[in-house]
């Protein structure tokens, strides 16, 4: 029961920050795509753009929770919950590929394949599933945030696949390149939090998630335009439009 309530804490926490990206696929971004879907060079267009906004959206939190997951469950929870933290820093990286490869998903709906996107769904969960038999037993209940996060980069790499053979899909290389830096802003975070003691971790950590932060805010600027509501929300933090004025390199 320990186990479980621990997993509990670090799921309600690592979804927080991804919840309302994901809810946006849906709302947004599946209506452009099924518009389009029939436009190859349109639909791919979209998957490109959507999963930039994605990362740059979500990325900001996940940063922030991999550098304060210690401090972050004992204000929320207690010190009780502190092996919750392990669990939250995995499930944290498995939430960045979720929102990475949810795009791709919707490309199945799009095109009416229904039980397509039925079967490829059931075989991901199937999969966490094992993954989570497997490794509990043998990694603890941090082995089921293992599993999480080895389904969604299981997910991502088959979802690719797939797209490439339905619609001729291939990730862009500025979404790539976007992907590829908050990868490496992710695992810098997470490993100075590992290998330093707690308050120079937490300092540290919390640098990388503020220049990360920033440099989200900087490309969300360029992809949505300063007049968008978030930009404009970003802007009134004195010392921000300093920094959205500076237009990110092509």
């Given at each position: 029961m320990?186990?479980?309530?621990?997993?509990q804490?670090?799921?309600?926490l690592?979804?927080?920050?991804?919840?309302?990206?994901?809810?946006?696929?849906?709302?947004?971004?599946?209506?452009?795509?099924?518009?389009v879907?029939?436009?190859?060079?349109a639909?791919?267009?979209?998957?490109?753009?959507?999963t930039?906004?994605?990362?740059l959206l979500?990325?900001?939190?996940?940063?922030?929770?991999?550098?304060?997951?210690?401090w972050?469950?004992?204000?929320?929870?207690?010190?009780?919950?502190?092996?919750?933290?392990?669990v939250?820093?995995w499930?944290?990286?498995?939430?960045?590929?979720?929102?990475?490869s949810?795009?791709?998903g919707?490309?199945?709906?799009?095109?009416?394949?229904?039980?397509?996107?039925?079967?490829t769904e059931?075989?991901?969960?199937?999969?966490q599933?094992?993954?989570?038999?497997?490794?509990?037993?043998?990694?603890?209940?941090?082995?089921?945030?293992?599993?999480?996060?080895?389904?969604?980069?299981?997910?991502f790499?088959?979802?690719?696949?797939?797209t490439?053979?339905?619609?001729?899909?291939?990730?862009?290389?500025?979404?790539?390149?976007?992907?590829?830096?908050?990868?490496?802003l992710?695992?810098v975070?997470?490993?100075?939090?590992?290998?330093?003691?707690?308050?120079?971790?937490?300092?540290?950590g919390?640098?990388?998630?503020?220049?990360?932060?920033?440099?989200?805010?900087?490309g969300?600027?360029?992809?949505?335009?300063?007049?968008?509501r978030?930009?404009?929300?970003?802007?009134?933090?004195?010392?921000?439009?300093?920094?959205?004025a500076?237009?990110?390199?092509?």
């Amino acid at each position: 029961m320990d186990a479980v309530g621990i997993y509990q804490a670090a799921w309600s926490l690592s979804g927080m920050f991804a919840g309302f990206v994901l809810t946006a696929m849906g709302t947004d971004f599946y209506p452009r795509l099924t518009a389009v879907i029939d436009d190859r060079v349109a639909a791919i267009r979209e998957i490109n753009e959507q999963t930039e906004i994605g990362v740059l959206l979500a990325l900001p939190g996940l940063l922030v929770t991999l550098a304060l997951a210690k401090w972050i469950v004992w204000a929320l929870y207690s010190s009780a919950f502190a092996p919750a933290t392990n669990v939250l820093v995995w499930m944290s990286l498995g939430v960045f590929g979720r929102v990475v490869s949810w795009p791709l998903g919707y490309v199945q709906l799009a095109l009416n394949t229904g039980k397509w996107y039925a079967a490829t769904e059931f075989f991901f969960i199937a999969l966490q599933a094992a993954l989570v038999t497997w490794m509990v037993p043998r990694f603890g209940v941090v082995g089921a945030a293992y599993a999480f996060f080895g389904c969604y980069v299981s997910y991502f790499i088959g979802m690719s696949l797939l797209t490439r053979r339905l619609i001729g899909f291939r990730h862009s290389p500025a979404a790539l390149r976007l992907i590829a830096i908050a990868t490496l802003l992710m695992l810098v975070t997470m490993a100075v939090s590992r290998l330093l003691p707690d308050l120079p971790a937490a300092i540290l950590g919390s640098a990388c998630a503020f220049v990360g932060g920033l440099w989200c805010l900087r490309g969300l600027s360029h992809r949505l335009g300063n007049d968008h509501r978030l930009i404009r929300a970003a802007t009134r933090i004195p010392g921000i439009s300093r920094v959205l004025a500076k237009q990110e390199p092509q």
